[in-house]
């Protein structure tokens, strides 16, 4: 089966490499999916680059343990391992392959593995891409504006970093939950904002949300360009930060600083942080789907590129202004 596949970390079109692997075999409670389409996450162009280099302690200090990228899939099931028996050959699926379990196995694939209980039925009249593109952005924003949140009708909340793709999810739940919801982007992107549901939009070119006098109830920051503490005093009394960032910036920490700042400012009391996990299991997946069918929330895509354009969508997405989400086909 072709592939896509890393041998080293540094440019994505210098690294990565259209091949012909083995296909896997599902072992128990896996399924082999025949992959339609997958999207490009944050995890895929540090994966890549091994920027910030203190998580290569993880993943490989030389190169990726993993040679294939990319976690989010939707696709038909192929093939079944032992203990599956809500899946069968042929269903269409999306979900996340993150498994410490399937070290090798990677989206950016022809075929790959997925454990059973990160797979949902995709939702009907859901292209693959958008489905694809719901599984980790959507379950992020899922998890950060339901559970961590617990937004409800009248919560004042700021999505900083509101045309990315966690950032046009977040915006969108929020508002489906009845928030009152400002979103900070660029000005190319506000129209589009504003179209997903947020009452009022700030233009960080131009507006600095940090110094301004509105507070916020909640606070989703998908950028970290401030100090924490400085975003902190954009919270009502009783308010929620939420960071969601490794930054931009490269180095040995990149924006991993900001983000153990943050967790002190959220331990010394001074505000309160919490961070947000994205649980990508059966049930955030439904749920995610259902509002996807419905209409209530859509995938905001700005590109779609083929299987052998996966290098171009990984540096796409690592000039970190990609307008929602970026997906990757593969034709049957």
């Known amino acids: 089966m072709k592939a896509i596949v890393q041998g080293r970390y540094g440019p994505p079109e210098q690294v990565l490499e259209l091949k012909e692997i083995d296909r896997p075999v599902p072992g128990p409670g896996q399924v082999l999916v025949r992959v339609r389409a997958s999207s490009v996450n944050t995890p895929d162009w540090i994966g890549v680059t091994?920027?910030?280099?203190?998580?290569?302690?993880?993943?490989?200090?030389?190169?990726?343990?993993?040679?294939?990228?990319?976690?989010?899939?939707?696709?038909?099931?192929?093939?079944?391992?032992?203990?599956?028996?809500?899946?069968?050959?042929?269903?269409?699926?999306?979900?996340?392959?993150?498994?410490?379990?399937?070290?090798?196995?990677?989206?950016?694939?022809?075929?790959?593995?997925?454990?059973?209980a990160q797979l949902a039925p995709k939702p009907p009249g859901v292209s693959f891409e958008e489905a694809a593109a719901a599984v980790m952005s959507g379950v992020t924003a899922l998890c950060a504006m339901r559970d961590t949140a617990a937004v409800e009708p009248g919560t004042r909340v700021l999505v900083n970093g509101a045309s990315g793709g966690v950032g046009t999810f977040a915006v969108q739940l929020a508002a489906h939950y009845g928030a009152q919801v400002t979103?900070?982007?660029?000005?190319a992107n506000a129209a589009m904002v504003r179209e997903l549901g947020a009452h009022h939009v700030i233009d960080y070119t131009r507006d600095d949300f940090t110094e301004g006098s509105e507070r916020y109830d909640v606070i989703l920051d998908n950028v970290l360009n401030h100090a924490p503490s400085r975003t902190a005093r954009a919270l009502a009394a009783g308010g929620v930060l939420i960071p969601n960032s490794v930054g931009n910036t490269g180095g040995l920490f990149a924006g991993m600083g900001r983000m153990a700042r943050a967790k002190l400012l959220g331990l010394t009391r001074r505000a309160d942080v919490r961070f947000s996990p994205c649980i990508t299991n059966r049930a955030n997946l439904i749920a995610i789907g259902g509002l996807l069918a419905s209409g209530e929330v859509k995938a905001v895509i700005e590109r779609t590129y083929t299987l052998e354009e996966t290098p171009?969508?990984?540096?796409?997405?690592?000039?970190?202004?990609?307008?929602?989400?970026?997906?990757?086909?593969?034709?049957?």
């Open 183 to 187: 979103g900070v982007c660029g000005p």
């Open 50 to 116: 091994g920027v910030p280099y203190l998580l290569r302690i993880q993943s490989g200090l030389r190169a990726p343990g993993n040679a294939v990228r990319g976690t989010d899939i939707a696709g038909i099931v192929e093939a079944i391992g032992e203990d599956v028996t809500d899946l069968r050959p042929g269903d269409e699926v999306f979900g996340s392959l993150w498994s410490e379990n399937l070290p090798t196995a990677g989206a950016f694939a022809e075929y790959t593995l997925a454990p059973a």
């Open 312 to 332: 171009k969508a990984i540096a796409h997405m690592l000039g970190h202004h990609a307008r929602g989400n970026i997906a990757i086909t593969v034709p049957d």
